[in-house]
């Protein structure tokens, strides 16, 4: 269900794209947005990891001055079958984490590493920008030029108020289905780490001591790179869900609850 809430949300952002850049840039601005945001995401798909890793202010933890942190995440990449990833630290004394990699062959920590989850939200976050950025344009041509491509095109009124609408509504609608699109990877994450893990209320119970901290001891994070943490590291700040990384914790631990459950009710082990 989650999957295809993504795929769904995913073609909504790619279709609002397109129609982004037919508006303010005529047909051939469907081309241009397109191809701005392939670019963009070939850029975004190389150098994401180093980018997340200087915004957080991380440094690379060593096996020999992190031996155990070393030997968890081996043993977690081990249960999940993946490739140990590198091992960083960030000095910070709220209690929380972050993947990051376009793959796991090139991945940091392995949080959300075996869902691709880091390549899709850093290709949401690049169409989301491009719909920002192209809009901002068409406020400027507004400002210098007027909004109409063609005055002979006898768009009148309509076509004014239908551009101002979707300049400002645009960016608006572009970050509330990529913050959609991040809570429901944080779902299908919660999901394969209890799945590794072969315990969900593990997990539960890791997810409601993390959240209590962080609203005491909230995070000096960049916004821009919040939704990679296992929890919200902005929670000690005014937030609306709507526009939140993540979902709400409690729904987190009932599902984690559920599916300990289910797997309880058939006897079996995660």
Do not use: C
Request: glycine fraction near 8%; charged fraction near 15%.
């Amino acid at each position: 269900m989650n999957t295809f809430k993504t795929v769904f949300l995913m073609t909504a952002l790619t279709v609002l794209l397109i129609l982004v850049g037919r508006l303010f840039l005529g047909p051939g601005g469907m081309v241009f947005a397109f191809i701005f945001a392939l670019v963009m995401n070939m850029g975004a798909y190389w150098f994401s990891d180093k980018i997340a890793l200087r915004m957080a202010g991380a440094h690379e933890a060593s096996p020999v001055g992190a031996p155990q942190l070393h030997q968890m995440v081996e043993e977690l990449a081990s249960y999940a079958r993946l490739p140990k990833p590198k091992v960083y630290i960030i000095d910070n004394p709220s209690p929380n984490a972050f993947a990051t990699g376009r793959d796991p062959q090139h991945a940091v920590v392995a949080a959300h590493v075996r869902n691709r989850d880091i390549l899709i939200g850093s290709v949401v976050a690049v169409v989301a920008g491009a719909i920002t950025m192209i809009a901002s344009m068409a406020q400027w041509a507004m400002l210098f030029g007027g909004f109409s491509r063609n005055d002979d095109d006898g768009g009148g009124l309509g076509e004014l108020l239908g551009g101002l609408l979707m300049i400002f509504l645009a960016p608006i609608a572009a970050t509330v289905i990529q913050l959609a699109i991040s809570r429901s990877r944080e779902y299908e994450a919660d999901a394969t780490g209890a799945r590794i893990l072969g315990h969900p209320m593990a997990l539960a119970n890791a997810l409601e001591k993390l959240e209590s901290t962080t609203a005491v001891v909230p995070m000096s994070a960049n916004p821009s790179t919040a939704h990679m943490y296992i929890v919200n590291p902005l929670k000690g700040r005014p937030m609306a869900g709507l526009f939140s990384t993540h979902p709400p914790i409690a729904e987190r631990v009932a599902r984690l609850r559920r599916m300990s459950q289910k797997a309880e009710s058939y006897g079996m082990s995660m």
